[in-house]
């Protein structure tokens, strides 16, 4: 009960920044992580996996769904929906055909190079909400020349804001088992509210909008089925690449037994769930269940806590989360993804001329091609 509640504190938090990072609205990150926990906790085998939309997951969403839909909007929702709901099938169907070792297909340096390239690109996508300047480039490198250009016109309200809830998270998460993003979030709430930063020009999360509809399929084309049913497969395996690494690491950790492809089938019914009710792709994080065994957690049922806590949290406090200033969620985001940006990772892999080669190649990929189409030269360079 105290990891889930623990859990809870990091998850809802992350969980409405990364909708951001994705191009969703905030209730998008808040349904998937519902729908993860509890729907992972009922069936998979690992104890300790925390099922909820990740940053890399949340990119690769984005991307594929404003490289189809541009500027709407409407489609975008549709088109992510249709992504989440492919990509839970393929998962399934992967499960039920006993591919376990699918993962293989990505090799761990391009899995490094992949996570270093891309957390580089969401740190920097993530400075407009700390600067108030907006980019209109698609492409990394265009749009950090777009942001830098602008610098004279930055808001440095927004930017002091956002610094001091990053240092606040770097200083916090040294401190036992705080719940540091939902400290750091509350902190950023009343602070924003005493000093009416609204008015100074620094957004704030806006309304969230968590009525449950009737379960559906969005309403796509045959064409645009078929399209996402590609996208879906390089989704399905990052999404198990990064999931059966936490899981595996934390089952040999404990002597626990590991299921490939039961896992397979619950992050495939995860994700049907999330989809069906508008939410993000979903997986077993590493950094959440790390932060879940140090918690405390002894069953799967910490999950199912962490989710009846977020539910509890968003029925009292909701009014509040929608005052979460812009600038201390890009700082949850960059904090989340920040310990990826370690180069000392890249020593292993540079014992070996062609690991060193696909890793740095991988992070490349990412800067200059973008997310999506990153991760696939990463693969086809491996």
Request: include cysteine.
């Amino acid at each position: 009960m105290v990891a889930g509640v623990s859990m809870a504190g990091l998850l809802l938090p992350e969980a409405v920044a990364y909708s951001g990072i994705a191009g969703m609205p905030p209730q998008a990150g808040v349904l998937g992580l519902i729908a993860g926990l509890f729907v992972y906790g009922l069936i998979g085998q690992s104890r300790f996996a925390i099922v909820s939309a990740t940053s890399s997951s949340a990119a690769v969403l984005g991307a594929a769904t404003l490289s189809i839909a541009g500027p709407d909007a409407a489609l975008r929702a549709a088109l992510a929906a249709g992504l989440v709901l492919a990509t839970g099938t393929a998962f399934v169907l992967a499960g039920a055909a006993r591919l376990g070792s699918i993962c293989d297909f990505i090799s761990k340096p391009v899995l490094r190079g992949f996570s270093f390239g891309l957390a580089i690109a969401i740190v920097v996508k993530q400075l407009p909400k700390m600067t108030g300047a907006h980019p209109q480039a698609n492409d990394l490198l265009t749009f950090s020349w777009q942001l830098f250009s602008a610098l004279p016109h930055w808001n440095w309200t927004g930017v002091a804001f956002g610094l001091a809830a990053l240092l606040a998270l770097k200083a916090l998460a040294g401190v036992g088992k705080l719940p540091g993003a939902l400290l750091v979030t509350a902190a950023g709430i009343a602070i924003g509210r005493g000093l009416d930063i609204e008015s100074k020009g620094v957004g704030l999360v806006g309304p969230i909008s968590l009525s449950l509809a009737a379960p559906t399929l969005p309403d796509l084309s045959r064409g645009q089925w078929l399209g996402l049913s590609e996208l879906s497969l390089a989704l399905l395996l990052l999404l198990f690449a990064d999931s059966y690494g936490a899981i595996r690491s934390m089952g040999l950790r404990h002597g626990d037994e590991i299921s490939p492809n039961r896992d397979l089938l619950a992050l495939g019914v995860a994700n049907i769930v999330s989809g069906l009710f508008r939410g993000m792709p979903v997986g077993a994080g590493y950094s959440a269940t790390s932060a879940n065994e140090a918690a405390g957690a002894m069953s799967g049922k910490s999950a199912w806590v962490a989710a009846a806590a977020v539910l509890l949290l968003v029925a009292i406090f909701l009014p509040f989360i929608e005052l979460t200033p812009e600038p201390v969620l890009a700082a949850v985001v960059i904090h989340a993804v920040s310990h990826t940006l370690s180069l000392s990772a890249f020593r292993p892999y540079f014992l070996w001329r062609r690991d060193r080669f696909v890793v740095v190649a991988a992070a490349l990929a990412v800067i200059v091609l973008g997310v999506l189409d990153g991760l696939l030269a990463g693969i086809a360079i491996s």
